[in-house]
């Protein structure tokens, strides 16, 4: 029985390495993109060419990730539709952030910049440039400060 069972767990691991290393990142042509992204990027970034892009396809999924010049990246998902915006400890485009967002930190931490936007199901998380994390549900409307 304890064979087996060894076996079993060989085999799950085989399997989760296997899918792992079939794992493949490419650089790809703005072009490639899906509209969606192509659509974010014309919007919010505007007269910026990026320094690379990357396709990472999975087994089961496929995520995009872009890069600039001046280190802000942002994350689209298989579909074209972004994730997270990083400007790397710099501000990022105020027009990527959602409108009630903007206005509860420009009145409650009035002398800082969103350096970082993650989009999930739940909500967003927003990294301020004085380090604070900030938690908004789906709406934008503030939930919590995540230390």
Not at 4 to 10: E, T
Not at 46 to 69: C, H, L, N
Not at 77 to 100: F, Y
Request: glycine content about 6%; charged content about 20%; aromatic content about 10%.
């Amino acid at each position: 029985m304890k064979t087996k069972s060894n076996l079993a767990v060989c085999l799950i691991a085989g399997l989760a390495f296997g899918f792992s290393a079939n794992a493949q990142k490419t650089t790809i042509a703005k072009s490639a993109l899906p509209a969606n992204a192509q659509t974010f990027l014309k919007t919010h970034f505007a007269g910026q060419e990026p320094t690379y892009i990357i396709e990472d396809k999975e087994t089961f999924s496929k995520d995009y990730k872009v890069r600039f010049a001046n280190n802000i990246e942002v994350e689209f998902d298989g579909k074209g539709n972004w994730e997270e915006v990083d400007g790397n400890h710099t501000a990022i485009p105020a027009t990527v952030i959602p409108k009630a967002i903007a206005s509860y930190v420009k009145t409650n931490f009035p002398n800082t910049a969103i350096t970082k936007i993650d989009k999930g199901n739940w909500g967003y998380e927003v990294d301020l440039s004085n380090g604070l994390e900030l938690e908004f549900n789906s709406k934008g409307n503030f939930l919590r400060i995540d230390n």
